[in-house]
């Protein structure tokens, strides 16, 4: 063997050694790449699941905040209802009070003109009555006078009567 072969020999047992150290890196670099491409994938993963969980969190949050939303809505509507129906109630009382106004006013008045008019039969009958008092006491006047001058003409006729018989019997 000549010291070509040798060389060469060597040569090849150099590169079949460097050949061999460059497949454990390859190997190696080969496992580093399949680990971080296992490590992105879980990490992919967790984070997959944090999102989703986020996104969740995210939905319950949008699903309470409608839910309060809905809540308020109808709290609104019922207290509108509420107010509506004590605005409505508190009109009808205040009609049935003017009606109740109203029909004790028309009773009143009718009251009154009922008054009235008794007042003023009253007054006129009592005119009347005082009428028929003074046209009684001037008829009785009347008969008083005539009665007195009746009395007058029949004492009149008296005296002249005795006052005739008294000279006549003094002429006797």
């Not at 004790?104 to 003109?113: G, P, R, Y």
């Not at 008829?139 to 009567?161: G, K, V, W």
Request: proline residues 0%; hydrophobic residues 40%; glycine residues 4%.
């Amino acid at each position: 063997m000549d010291r070509a072969e040798r060389i060469e020999g060597d040569a090849n047992a150099g590169n079949s050694h460097a050949r061999q150290g460059a497949d454990a890196e390859l190997v190696a670099a080969q496992n580093d790449v399949r680990d971080m491409q296992r490590a992105v994938i879980a990490l992919r993963s967790e984070l997959e699941l944090v999102q989703a969980g986020r996104d969740a969190a995210v939905q319950v949050a949008v699903a309470e905040a409608n839910q309060e939303v809905a809540q308020l809505k109808a709290a609104v509507a019922e207290l509108r209802n509420e107010l509506e129906r004590s605005h409505a109630l508190r009109e009808q009382e205040v009609q049935q009070a003017s009606a109740v106004s109203q029909d004790e006013i028309a009773q009143l008045k009718a009251t009154a003109s009922a008054l009235r008019e008794q007042l003023e039969l009253s007054g006129f009958m009592r005119e009347r009555d005082l009428q028929t008092a003074q046209e009684g006491a001037q008829d009785e006047i009347a008969q008083l006078h005539r009665t007195i001058s009746a009395m007058r003409d029949e004492m009149e006729q008296l005296r002249q009567s005795q006052s005739r018989s008294a000279t006549q019997g003094e002429r006797r």
